[in-house]
């Protein structure tokens, strides 16, 4: 029997992990018996794409980005509508299109899926002609992205501290949405507005919960203002899959969207902030990559443990704050990174 090809494409600089020991676990674990296979490291932005574009004109079977959700987008824009197929190795901070499909964070249990070799077709989305797979949005979420962009660290507290530094004087914005299906447009004022072609940011954060990757349609959840008493319940429901019933939020799916604000300002694909106009095309593309899927039983993905006193100590904690307005807004933070902390444990 003929071996197929496969490239590994790594990123030595997503995520916190050592490159040099997957590097040595592909060479160890892959199927040399099913495989004929290569490894290269990238050099610059962009080079994860050119490698994938040549390797998809030669007809490769498999391109395995080993990274996080940067390099999977890279490889991923390069491969859609091509036979070739996009595998996954996580080793990203955030890692939400390997999170989704159940591919394991241990690098030797992904090889084994690589291994495996089980295609599937997946849709994909593009927002102002950028191909997204996870998630592309506006808002706070997006202005997140560009602070942890700039602040030149990697790895999910840094996210985390970007994130409760800038939660209590975020400004919601105006936004109007125009649905391509002729009903009337709709204005919100909100938060963030995530358009979804999987279900979650990363690290098992769900913003759109009941999202598929291959129905055709993206799952659209509006933020709209809240208090800092919400906080609590929507972390919790963020990473429990139930943010869609929390009364702050409003969600609806479609295939295609337009969204209009003020001004240009910072948007996100996949997390990678970028700054774009002001009025904004999104839409989903179906059955056009082929992906390497888990095909073997689902895994428990465990829900945070001990709801009630994990509020509970929340609400104790806001209670006795005492102090000036800047000294109960410093602790504050305080309180709120530890408790989101609790609910990103695995």
Known sequence: MEKKKVIFVINPNSGTQNKKGIFDLIEKYIDREKYEHSILFTEFAGHASEIASIAAAEDAFMIVAVGGDGTVNEIGRALVHTKTALGIIPCGSGNGLARHLMIPMDPKKAID?????????????????????????????????????????????????????????????????????????????????????????????????????????????????????????????????????????????CQKLRIHRMNEGVIHFDGDPIIASKNLEIEIIPKALNIVINNREKRDLKKPESLLQILGDYFNEVNTLKGDLYTRNKKLQEIHRNLLRKFIKK
């Open 113 to 253: 899926i690589i291994n495996e070799g089980v295609i599937s077709t997946i849709d994909y989305g593009v927002i102002n002609t950028i191909p997204f797979f996870c998630t592309c949005g506006v808002g706070f979420d997006a202005f997140v992205s560009l602070k942890f962009a700039e602040s030149g660290r990697r790895g999910m507290l840094t996210y985390l501290e970007n994130m409760l530094h800038e939660v209590l004087t975020y400004k919601p914005e105006t936004y109007e949405i125009e649905l391509c299906n002729g009903e009337e447009n709709r204005t919100y004022k909100a938060y963030l507005i995530a358009c979804a072609n999987a279900s979650q940011y990363g690290n098992n954060a769900y913003i759109a919960p009941q999202a598929s990757l291959d129905d055709g349609l993206m799952d659209v959840t509006i933020l709209e203002p809240f208090t800092v008493l919400d906080v609590p319940a929507l972390s919790f429901q963020l990473f429990n899959k139930t943010i869609n019933q929390n009364s702050r939020i409003k969600t609806f799916k």
